[in-house]
Nanobody, 126 residues
C-alpha cells in the first residue's frame, strides 16, 4: 500500500506560482503512475497531470498544459507540480494519487487510482 502526503499549497495572487509536493511511502513507485487531481467547490473532481514513474512520461489536461509542470525525484520518492501563471479559477484542493499502470484503464480517470493523499488547498486571489 502506498501512502501519499501532499504539501506546498497556500494563498497566492493571480499570476503567481506555487510548487506542490507529493511524497510517497510504503513502497517504491516503480510501475506506477502518479497523478494530480483537483476539486473546487461545486465542481467535479478534475484531472490535472500525470507522470509515469519509470520513464517520466507526462500528460496534462489541456487547460493546464504550458502553465503546470509535473516532475518526479526518484531518489526522494516525491512528485512535484509546478504551477505558474495561476488564475483564480485554479483555486481548489489539489490531490495526488498513485496507481499501478497495469491496472489503470486510463491515467486521467480518478477511479483507477488506489492511493490518495489528504489534499492541499490552493487559493488564488484576483
Amino acid at each position: 500500500q502506498v501512502q501519499l502526503v501532499e504539501s506546498g499549497g497556500g494563498l497566492v495572487q493571480a499570476g503567481g506560482s506555487l510548487r506542490l509536493s507529493c511524497t510517497a511511502s510504503g513502497r517504491t513507485l516503480n510501475y506506477y503512475a502518479l497523478a494530480w487531481f483537483r476539486h473546487a467547490p461545486e465542481k467535479e473532481r478534475e484531472f490535472v497531470a500525470v507522470i509515469s514513474w519509470n520513464d517520466g512520461r507526462t500528460y496534462y489536461a489541456a487547460s493546464m498544459k504550458g502553465r503546470f509542470t509535473i516532475s518526479r525525484d526518484n531518489t526522494k520518492n516525491t512528485a512535484y507540480l509546478q504551477m505558474n501563471s495561476l488564475k483564480p479559477e485554479d483555486t481548489a484542493v489539489y490531490y495526488c494519487a498513485a496507481g499501478l499502470l497495469s491496472r489503470l484503464g486510463t491515467t486521467t480517470d480518478a477511479h483507477g487510482y488506489m492511493s490518495w493523499g489528504q489534499g492541499t488547498q490552493v487559493t488564488v486571489s484576483s
